[in-house]
T-cell receptor, first 111, second 113 residues
Framework: DGGITQSPKYLFRKEGQNVTLSCEQNLNHDAMYWYRQDPGQGLRLIYYSQIVNDFQKGDIAEGYSVSREKKESFPLTVTSAQKNPTAFYLCAITGARGGYTFGSGTRLTVV | KQEVTQIPAALSVPEGENLVLNCSFT??????LQWFRQDPGKGLTSLLL?????REQTSGRLNASLDKSSGRSTLYIAASQPGDSATYLC????????????FGKGTKLTVNP
C-alpha cells in the first residue's frame, strides 16, 4: 500500500447508522483524498484535504463527513444521510511530482 | 466539462500479444496523467506517471505516451502475460497535483494462456 493503510477491509452498515472508515499514512504527505468507486463508473472524489484542519468537498460530498486533526489521519464518516452508501471506498495521497498513491480500499455494504 | 474516456471497455487477447489501451481527455490543460492497474476487489496500483511536459514514460514491458495537443494517451503492453489481466485506469490532474483526479471508466484486460 505504499505507506497508506485503510481499515477495515469490509464494513457492514445498518439502515440509519453512521460508520467511519479509517485512512492512515506514514509518508508525511500533506494532501489526502477520499474516492468512491461504483461498478461501471469511474472513481469519484468525495472529500480532500491539503493541510491539517482544512478540507474541501469533492463532487459527491453529500452524506459524508471528514476530519483532519492529524497529518497522518483522514477518516471518512458515512452518515445516515447517504442514501446509497454501498460502494468501494479508496483513500489516496499525492506524492512527488503530483503522482497519486492509493490504499487497498474498504468495501462498504448496507445490510 | 473535464472528461476522460477509455477505449475499449474490455479487451481479450492471447498470451504474447502486444496491445494498446487508449485514453482521451477533453481538456488538454493537464498537469499530469497517470495509468493505474486494479485487480478485482483491490486498490489501485500506479503503473506510470507522465508529466505534462513529457511525451512518454517506460517501465519494463509498459510504455505510456502522451499527446496533449490531441488530448490522448496510450498504454502499450508488450508480450502480454496472463498476470497482466486486470482493469487499467487512466486519470488526469489539472491543478498542480493538489486537487482531484479525473478518471476514465477503465479497460478490462484479459490475457488468455
Amino acid at each position: 500500500d505504499g505507506g497508506i493503510t485503510q481499515s477495515p477491509k469490509y464494513l457492514f452498515r445498518k439502515e440509519g447508522q453512521n460508520v467511519t472508515l479509517s485512512c492512515e499514512q506514514n509518508l508525511n504527505h500533506d494532501a489526502m483524498y477520499w474516492y468512491r468507486q461504483d461498478p461501471g463508473q469511474g472513481l469519484r472524489l468525495i472529500y480532500y484535504s491539503q493541510i491539517v484542519n482544512d478540507f474541501q468537498k469533492g463532487d459527491i460530498a453529500e452524506g459524508y463527513s471528514v476530519s483532519r486533526e492529524k497529518k497522518e489521519s483522514f477518516p471518512l464518516t458515512v452518515t445516515s444521510a447517504q442514501k446509497n452508501p454501498t460502494a468501494f471506498y479508496l483513500c489516496a495521497i499525492t506524492g512527488a511530482r503530483g503522482g497519486y498513491t492509493f490504499g487497498s480500499g474498504t468495501r462498504l455494504t448496507v445490510v | 466539462k473535464q472528461e476522460v474516456t477509455q477505449i475499449p471497455a474490455a479487451l481479450s487477447v492471447p498470451e504474447g500479444e502486444n496491445l494498446v489501451l487508449n485514453c482521451s481527455f477533453t481538456d488538454s490543460a493537464i498537469y499530469n496523467l497517470q495509468w493505474f492497474r486494479q485487480d478485482p476487489g483491490k486498490g489501485l496500483t500506479s503503473l506510470l506517471l507522465i508529466q505534462s511536459s513529457q511525451r512518454e514514460q517506460t517501465s519494463g514491458r509498459l510504455n505510456a505516451s502522451l499527446d496533449k495537443s490531441s488530448g490522448r494517451s496510450t498504454l502499450y503492453i508488450a508480450a502480454s502475460q496472463p498476470g497482466d489481466s486486470a482493469t487499467y485506469l487512466c486519470a488526469v490532474s489539472y491543478q498542480g497535483g493538489s486537487e482531484k483526479l479525473v478518471f476514465g471508466k477503465g479497460t478490462k484486460l484479459t490475457v488468455n494462456p
